[in-house]
C-alpha cells in the first residue's frame, strides 16, 4: 500500500485531507516550486491555497500575495474536481481582478490592486459566498485523490 492508499483509511475527512497534504508536501522544496509533483498533485496542492488564503483573508490576500500568481492554475484544479459553484465565486473573482489574464508577477498584481480599492465591497461579497461552502470541497478532493490514486506518492 502507498502512504496515500493509507491516508485513505483514516477515518476523519479532513485528517484524510492533511495526511496527503504532508505526503505531497515532503516533494516540495520551497514554498511555491511545485517542479517536482504531477498535475495530479499540483491540483490537490492548488486546492489547498486558495482554500487557506481565502479563508484567512479573502480573495484580496490571495491575489495580494504570492499564491496569487497561480490563480489560473488553481482555476483549472476546481475544474478538474468538479467544484462547479466555486469555479463560478473563482470565475467571478478573475473577472473582478483588474487585468486578465492575473499578472504571475507579485509586484504588479500588488499594484494593480492597491490602485482599484474602490471594489472591496465586491470582494467581500465574493469572500461571502466562499464561506458558505456550498461545493463539499473535502469529499470533491478525496474522490479525486481515489480517482487519480495510480498518480499520487
Known amino acids: 500500500m502507498t502512504s496515500t492508499e493509507i491516508a485513505l483509511l483514516l ?27 504531477n498535475k495530479f498533485e499540483k491540483n490537490f496542492i492548488y486546492i489547498d491555497i486558495l482554500e487557506q488564503n481565502v479563508t484567512e483573508g479573502g480573495f484580496i490576500q490571495f ?3 504570492s499564491s496569487g500568481q497561480f490563480t489560473h492554475e488553481i482555476f483549472q484544479a476546481y475544474l478538474a474536481i468538479k467544484a462547479e459553484k466555486t469555479v463560478n465565486i473563482l470565475t467571478k473573482a478573475i473577472f473582478l481582478f483588474p487585468e486578465i489574464p492575473v499578472p504571475k508577477n507579485l509586484k504588479v498584481r500588488q499594484t494593480l ?5 474602490s471594489n472591496m465591497d465586491l470582494w467581500d461579497e465574493l469572500d461571502l ?6 461545493d463539499n470541497i473535502i469529499q470533491l478532493t478525496i474522490d479525486y485523490v481515489r480517482e487519480n490514486l495510480a498518480h499520487f506518492d
Open 11 to 37: 477515518n476523519n475527512d479532513l485528517e484524510k485531507i492533511t495526511r496527503i497534504g504532508e505526503i505531497i508536501g515532503k516533494k516540495i522544496p520551497e514554498k511555491d516550486h511545485f517542479e517536482n509533483l
Open 63 to 65: 491575489f495580494f500575495n
Open 113 to 117: 490592486l492597491i490602485q482599484k480599492e
Open 129 to 134: 459566498q466562499f464561506e458558505k461552502y456550498e
